[in-house]
């Protein structure tokens, strides 16, 4: 089995919710669909995104021995399961998975389906292109065609930002971030319409950094949460003590420092990406409402 690292502040968080679980009685784990399923199955399942970079990756760290060093419970299996843009919300509902720690954007559309955290994350929707390309703003990629994740809401942000002004683009759908980076990388794509934050990890990972910039309006501030099931009231407020505890007490933004703004392995790269007002803000405030 591939051995897991979950950056900042998946990995951290998605630990701590795996520490929090041992005070729950089995009284409190029977009116709790998850925690019963945890108790019942002695197994807790991970969802984790291969693409977004920074956040979580497949690498040789042995997670899963220092989670069971931590918790002295080696009766307790940890599992992990590759999700995508398309089929993460699916198999948590399913209950495959039963926290995703990726790259997530809670929407209250989506709040229909799944549950989520804090916001861990809030970052701006821009672009993406080849540094040479004079493509500056959204009105430059008249003709153009534009790659965008299956499962994410890049391309339809892409539309309402050019409402009224009737841009003529193509889409181009990559299976997940890394295939929608080498659309632009080949030159099928003039540009990759994503997060921010996701598209600094993907030059960052990049053969050549220096040939791609980030560059345009912000289609939209959006953020970042772990997922889980809806209506799901005890493991949320678990989630949500969690999470919120690490804000408060500063260890999020140290966790911030070392995965985006020091060298990361397996590879030694830095994204170098500061910590934003949004995220900031996120972290002296914490809330799930969405948006």
């Not at 060093?69 to 919300?89: C, F």
């Not at 389906?113 to 004079?134: C, E, T």
């Not at 919120?244 to 990361?264: D, Q, T």
Request: positive net charge; proline residues 4%; hydrophobic residues 40%.
């Amino acid at each position: 089995m591939p051995k897991l690292r979950l950056p900042i502040p998946f990995g951290a968080a998605a630990l701590a919710v795996v520490f929090a679980l041992l005070p729950f009685t089995a009284a409190q784990a029977q009116e709790n669909d998850t925690l019963a399923k945890i108790k019942a199955s002695g197994a807790i399942t991970f969802g984790y995104r291969e693409s977004s970079f920074g956040f979580s990756y497949l690498d040789g760290n042995r997670i899963v021995e220092a989670v069971k060093t931590e918790l002295k419970l080696p009766a307790v299996e940890i599992k992990y399961q590759a999700v995508t843009s398309a089929n993460r919300i699916p198999l948590v509902q399913n209950g495959t998975v039963d926290i995703e720690c990726g790259s997530t954007t809670n929407l209250v559309e989506r709040q229909k389906q799944v549950a989520f955290s804090p916001d861990i994350f809030r970052y701006n929707v821009r672009m993406l292109v080849k540094a040479d390309s004079g493509i500056k703003s959204i009105a430059d990629l008249q003709g153009k065609t534009v790659a965008t994740t299956t499962g994410t809401t890049s391309f339809r942000l892409l539309r309402e930002a050019d409402r009224g002004r009737s841009l003529e683009v193509n889409n181009l759908a990559g299976k997940d971030h890394s295939d929608s980076f080498l659309l632009v990388e080949s030159g099928r794509a003039q540009a990759f319409v994503l997060d921010d934050i996701l598209l600094a990890g993907q030059i960052a990972n990049a053969r050549n950094p220096k040939d791609f910039i980030i560059t345009g309006e912000s289609l939209r501030t959006e953020n970042q949460s772990l997922m889980f099931r809806k209506d799901d009231v005890a493991f949320k407020a678990l989630v949500d003590r969690v999470v919120s505890g690490m804000m408060k007490s500063g260890e999020m933004e140290k966790l911030y420092a070392k995965w985006f703004m020091s060298p990361i392995p397996p590879k030694g790269i830095n994204i170098n990406y500061p910590l934003n007002a949004e995220t900031k803000e996120a972290f002296a405030n914490p809330s799930s409402k969405g948006i």
